[in-house]
């Protein structure tokens, strides 16, 4: 095609030998996502140096009619980041505009590229005594650009939210290659809407994020973790509320997981210890953090917490980390729900939530259900409780193909699932995006007002259309 | 006009007698700002009861082409609500959808038309022990409806932050009558951008606000006022970084006024004491509360506070409230300043922000800049140090006729301050908004590629432009 030659020809004399490359064996890594679910195929792979550069990129694929598929860390749930089959999409790579330009501590905020990897954030700001308050397990890879494209959450998005409330300030290349650039946060600002909010958690389609200003806290100076053992998914909301009460902002984190998933997760890792002697129907863990200014009485207000809950007969049992390896042990067996469960064999998960008060009954509600539905299934939640988040995994019967479990009865699951979802006012994407994983459901099941709000301001940003085509709308 | 009429006997006929008005009695009151500079003029008023009403007579405006001109409690600051004088618009007043519909004390939100006045909300919160922690001088006749779409602020902006991070849930009709309606809350919901932000601080524009989830905090146990004076803005923001690490989130005021401000509101309060003994070039006033569980060490949390802060040199001097009742005079002196400066004669006002580390630099830099070029002028600035936040006033030489200064010379004034803060990277509508006061400065000072965004947006979601036309844009 001699429109691509043209276009490719220009993209390179502007963009220089390491600003873009043809090369299948450099690309290739690239064009297929996180999770293996999805594999794509680009004219070229994109990897501009600095805003400027991309301005100038994007003019071009405007003026060609060329698709561009921005991408991070390449560490996305839903293929977000990975395009189409067809080829004709450019692959951006945002991964070398990855400068910290500032961190303000006073002002305790951080300025810095799109493509900058969380952990060298988060290491970044640690030495100069402050905290990016955003972690999750892809933290390795996933890029700052990444994160705020599709509205990160993570396990402290209890206490801090998720990432739209930690962006003060954003840059980024729209459709025509204009660049929008509100880097410098004002507290306050009343002229219109907030435009950043269009591109927090648009996954790309509306613009491409180059840079951002973000909130940072101040260092956690000590911790404590509770584990504690309760009799039903319910009782675990009333401790949360009474938490909630008792330890204020203090409280970072409150996750949940029923004794089944605790049992999978101690066969998974040998070494490790169940914290309670005893079984309970829902185990909880609950972090509480204290910054210098109070940490001289968080385990004093930590062991109010838990005598009062006691005392108001709130739990079954409970322990308290006496050490920080103890609560690095504790989140341990946290982060390894997730593998240990894929141990257990083939499954469909779904990533929902519900109005934080509904939770409970939603859980108690939908598991029996669907493993009624489909004998020898087992319906297992666990994760964010106080962000009304779970993930929902359904485990497969003893069936001989897996995979085609998957395709089949896992499918019908996932559709029932989100049908349960959308009747109880949730949403069939708490925290991983839509993607290319999710479009058709949102499409099915998404409100139609809603979708035609989204749809008209995506054709207003990007008429050509050519914005990360085919993910979320 | 045939229309006109048509439309009109339609309406009638939707909404009912208690709907639409065309007497001029009743009309006219709400046709003048609350500052009596805008005066427009309307074909009716209607004051529908519900959303299902609104959106028959939204989907009757659209098909006869009437603009809409939304109004809450008719008490904004730039004649955001106020029709032109064509007289073909409709006025609509959200007052009758004034029901809260749920207050959920363990969820800590409330429910409610767009209709419900601001200080109802605060009482109805209260008597649940709950807050709603957003206040303004306006409490009386400021509407929920009206304060979302104008994304207003007040003094507790600095813990709190302005309206948009207080509205959990929303509830719009659009430009064709369809209504949003995203009421129930999910803490975490990535299903695309949040389109909620459209309407938020939009003033009317995008949408029609009709009923939100506002977010509510405990109760106040106890408060602190402390009164300090300083020798410049600069120390006032060194003692703002020191409170901030020290009271953390118990910080919820940092007011600032110059030592003339104070004399004018002693003279217009006779009754009033300075709290101070000596004149200091900068008074600060400091709140920090406590809820129930933090009450009991808040008094010697704020002695450390102030003793570390003194033994650091930051400040010249400073009092504590010792009862309410200080605390509520040291508040009354803060809350005259704007009446007291009226009484000094004419004047022009500028709502404006800068980034909150440069607001000391600003203001000391562009008063003196001012007083040169408009000898005879006085610059006063105070208010929301840190919010980066400061109401600044220049107050007219002795001239013989206040208003042909405000028209003439004052006019270039602003201008100029406008210019000023635009240099400064900050934002001529800190928190009152654009409206039609300054929607020809926005269009003279905004940013290009932000300004063409919010058009593309605007045309997007009413192509017809009958939503608040001439407003904002």
Redesign the interface.
Known sequence: MTTTTDFLDDAAASLGPRGLTRDADLIQPWLTDWRGRFTGSACAMASPASTEELSRLVRLCASHGVPIVPQGGNSGMSGGATPDDSGKALLLSLRRMNTIHEI?V??RRVTCGAGVVLQTLHEAVEDKGLRFPLTLGGKGSATVGGLIS??A?GSQ?LRHG?M?ALVLGLEAV?ADG?????L????????????K???????GT?GIVTAATLKLV?AVADRVVIWAGLPSLGAARTLL?HCE??A??ALEGFEVMPQACLDAVLRHLPDARAPLAGRHAWHVLIEVVA?R??AATLRERCEAMMAEAFDKDLLEDATMSASEAQAEAFWLLRESVAPAERERGPAVQHDI?????KMPAFVEATGPMIEAEWPGTEAVAFG?L????VHYHVIAPHVADGLAWQKTDGKAISRRMHDLVTEW??????????GQLKRDE?ARL??P??L???R??K???DPQGLLNPGK??
Chains 1, 2 share one sequence.
């Open positions: 303000d006073e002002a599709t509205n959450g998005v998720s739209r729209l204009q660049v929008f650039s509100m410098t946060p004002l507290k306050k600002d009343n002229r219109g809407f907030d435009l909010q269009l591109l927090i958690g648009s996954e509306m101040p509320l009460d008792m204020g902002d910054d200014t109070s939530s519900v109005p934080v008060e964010h106080g962000d009304g988040n006012g949730g949403s069939i994407s708490a925290e991983h995006g839509i949102l998404g409100d007002v809603a035609s709000m989204l008209a301001v054709h207003a940003l979320l709308i």
